[in-house]
């Protein structure tokens, strides 16, 4: 599976809103970049994904880069609901889903 | 949206004795799910993936005797650990995908087994 780089953490606050990195320069053209959190203590939670066009939905924006080789998760407004580990994972059709670090995310009020 | 739910959601097990985990799909059919293990403050670890009525595929480091995986029906997976120890102790998440291509995954709410 190709591998997704994400910083370890970051800090946000209340009401802000947050641009969550994702480098994948390993991508194939049948990737899907995928994006999930996970509140402590729950299983993760869908967050979004997309191939290669920019996707919103209610909870976030997933912008992509031309190459595919990166991709940003924009929360538009974040409040304190929204600290917990974001993953970018890559995924095939069919396949399972290979965890990452992720990005743990702090919101300050 | 899909709903995937785990059963129990903690459970607290002597060394030596078995514990099951069901997992169930509750909207949807799932030829494959995965289960998953995840110790504190780390990321979710791949243990195997549970194909419906076939054997399951283990993770290279799992030992397909000691965690045994059924995938009797399109819409329950379970895992057995089996003569559990302290270090199974662990956050035991299982997923599901329906069939379509091009679908997110879904998640159960996870089990928190630990082994006194």
């Known amino acids: 599976d190709a591998k997704t780089t994400q910083p370890n953490s970051m800090e946000s606050n209340e009401e802000e809103p947050v641009h969550l990195p994702c480098n994948h320069s390993t991508i194939s053209g049948t990737d899907y970049i995928h994006w999930y959190r996970q509140l402590p203590s729950q299983g993760p939670e869908y967050v979004i994904h997309?191939?290669?066009s920019n996707v919103n939905n209610r909870m976030a924006s997933l912008a992509i880069a031309e190459d595919r080789k990166s991709s940003t998760l924009i929360l538009h407004r974040a409040t304190l609901r929204d600290a917990a580990v974001y993953y970018c994972i890559l995924r095939r059709a069919g396949n399972m889903l290979t965890f990452g670090g992720g990005t743990r995310l702090m919101v300050k009020p | 949206g899909a709903v995937v739910s785990q059963h129990p959601s903690w459970v607290i097990c002597k060394s030596g004795t078995s514990v099951k985990i069901e997992c169930r799909s509750l909207d949807f059919q799932a030829t494959t799910m995965f289960w998953y293990r995840q110790f504190p403050k780390q990321s979710l670890m791949l243990m195997a993936t549970?194909?419906?009525?076939?054997?399951?595929?283990?993770e290279q480091g799992v030992e397909k005797d000691k965690f045994l995986i059924n995938h009797a029906s399109l819409t329950l997976s379970t895992l057995t650990v089996t003569s559990a120890h302290p270090e199974d102790s662990s956050f035991y998440i299982c997923s599901a995908i329906p069939v379509l291509p091009n679908t997110e995954a879904f998640f159960g709410q996870g089990t928190r087994l630990t082994v006194v």
């Open positions: 997309g191939l290669t």
């Open positions: 549970s194909n419906e009525g076939s054997k399951a595929t283990y």
